[in-house]
């Protein structure tokens, strides 16, 4: 049991979110004498690729002191089992076995991978937990829903559920009490991305800012004393709309509410794009429309260095970003420091150094980021 356990904890370190976990099974080992097997599946959301999920369990077993023969084995997918087949058919007892059953309805047959799994059809000991977790799924190759292969599974060896439970690694990570948190940052900071990934995780209603379809935002670029008021207005009515219809779609008292943007953005650029005469005529709108709305319970500030900021921005490949300079995104993060000093926000101010952390590519500073929130919010 306790392997299945590392097992399952390094599988959310390294892979992805854990959803779901089924009960744990007992079944005679298979192909030689020895003690029973533990088998349980896992359902995770990951953003790797599955040859990539499949090397991660790989490494994961080989942690966990699982050495394969020569000939390799079947691996990865959203499942754990301390019961598993080498693909060469020689049986023997291991500390740990990882098979990836399937990732969602791709379909592969590969020297190293094949999905869903070849042999699922065949073992009750995985088709059991596996209904567990996903009863919906259907088998991509044969067309079968999962009872289906139950029925037609000839396995004379049926699981024993055990009164054991796995515990699910992500429970660490509890944001229940959270209900409105918004994620800012400078230009290229990656608080889009990462208002995403903590939406996507944590079952939270998502808002991104839509700066994509504003017209004025590329004229800015290339002419910035001529378009800056109208660009500013735009966004100013544009955040008021989308933030008035969220929060009356959205129980503030239930839902957790996860946004890529501040209201207070909008003075913040504004106060560095527009000429005082027009910034104190913006600040009158402004007041006036957002007096009413609620406010973020928790404000997340992403810092980056200017020469990261801009190498993200060129990476992104914007054309109307190109033409940013070091100058104006340090003017932006004056204005953040000016406003995260100011009692403006009334709510808890976390502010995240992301200079030496990339939790897009890594997951390891993606959960180093989490517990940074779990643990200012507890």
């Known amino acids: 049991m306790g392997h299945l356990q590392k097992a399952l904890d390094q599988m959310f370190e390294r892979v992805g979110q854990v959803q779901q976990i089924s009960r744990v099974y007992q079944s005679p080992a298979m192909g030689f004498e020895g003690e029973d097997f533990l088998n349980a599946v896992a359902y995770l959301k990951t953003d790797m690729a599955p040859e990539s999920v499949m090397q991660e369990l790989l490494s994961i077993e080989r942690d966990l002191g699982r050495r394969r023969g020569t000939s390799g084995s079947q691996t990865k997918e959203s499942t754990g089992s ?11 007892s291991r500390t740990i076995d990882l098979d990836l059953l399937a990732y969602g309805t791709v379909a592969l047959a590969g020297p190293e991978l094949t999905l869903p799994h070849p042999r699922i059809q065949h073992r009750l000991f995985v088709l059991q937990p596996f209904l567990d977790v996903a009863p919906h799924w259907q088998h991509t190759v044969l067309g079968l829903s999962l009872n289906e292969l139950l029925e037609r599974c000839t396995d004379s060896n049926p699981p024993k559920r055990i009164a054991q439970w796995l515990k699910n690694p992500s429970a660490k990570y509890d944001f229940t009490a959270l209900r409105y948190v918004a994620i800012e940052g400078n230009i290229g900071a ?29 004229q800015f670029y290339q002419d910035p004393e001529r378009y800056a008021f109208p660009l500013e207005m735009s966004f100013l009515a544009d955040r008021f709309q989308q933030l008035a219809e969220q929060s009356a779609q959205y129980d503030l008292f239930s839902d957790l509410i996860i946004t890529d943007y501040d209201r207070y953005k909008s003075l913040i650029f504004a106060k560095i794009t527009l000429t005082p005469a027009e910034f104190d005529l913006y600040q009158k709108f402004f007041h006036l429309m957002h007096r009413e709305l609620p406010r973020p319970q928790v404000y997340i500030y992403l810092a980056q260095s200017t020469d990261r900021l801009l190498d993200n921005i060129k990476q992104r490949g914007r054309p109307y970003e190109q033409s940013i300079d070091a100058d104006y995104l340090q003017k932006i993060h004056s204005g953040y420091l000016t406003h995260l000093s100011s009692e403006a926000h009334q709510g808890k101010v976390i502010r995240i150094d992301l200079e030496d952390l990339d939790f897009v590519k890594r997951r390891g500073d993606y959960l180093k980021i989490l517990d940074i929130i779990t643990k200012h919010t507890a």
């Open 82 to 92: 301390e019961n598993a087949q080498i693909a060469d058919r020689q049986y023997s």
């Open 190 to 218: 990656g608080k889009t991305s990462l208002a995403q990934m903590i939406a996507r995780d944590f079952k939270g209603k998502l808002i991104l800012e839509r700066f994509a379809d504003n017209p004025f935002l590329p």
